[in-house]
């Protein structure tokens, strides 16, 4: 899910280009991205923070905002950086129907649902860690797509029946 202002940078769809000049291993803790899988259920998403034209993606392990200045002097994420970030999340709430949060530090963080934002210091805490990560921003497969197969029942997964 790509949000662009103006005239899109460098990356068009996705994060290759930034191979070499961004380690995600190598990243800050804050600021990141909550996404909430189902109640109880949190996946931490990285971001990636970049000088260039305006632009943003949240994306399983790819999600970047590029622009012209990211950071204020004393290090914190300049406001006009922050609101496209905001905005580029409420886009993908609205897609994935999963909430969100952009955790800033251990006391600020914004919670994005599809009709609101709501900025507070209480940070997503408690939960489960997955023992693998979810590909929040993949489509799910509709039901009417699957096959009807006799072994699997109309679900298409062997062993349930409806």
Sequence with gaps: ?????????????GLPALEGQ?????????PHLVVRLTAGV????????????????????????????????????????????????????RKTRLRMSLVWSRESCT???????????NTPAGGVRLPNDILFDEPPVPLSSLEHDEDCG??????KTH
């Design 1 to 13: 899910m790509t949000h662009k202002h103006e005239e899109p940078g460098e990356l068009g769809e």
């Design 22 to 30: 961004y380690d995600y291993e190598k990243r800050v803790d804050y």
């Design 42 to 93: 949190y996946q931490r998403e990285p971001l990636a923070f970049l000088v260039g034209p305006e632009e943003a993606k949240v994306a399983y392990k790819a999600s970047f905002v590029l622009h012209p200045e990211p950071f204020l002097s004393d290090g914190s994420v300049s406001p006009a950086c922050k609101q496209l970030l905001i905005d580029t999340v409420q886009e993908a709430v």
């Design 111 to 121: 919670y994005v649902e599809k009709d609101s934002i709501n900025h507070s210091k």
């Design 154 to 159: 109309a679900s298409g997964v062997k062993g």
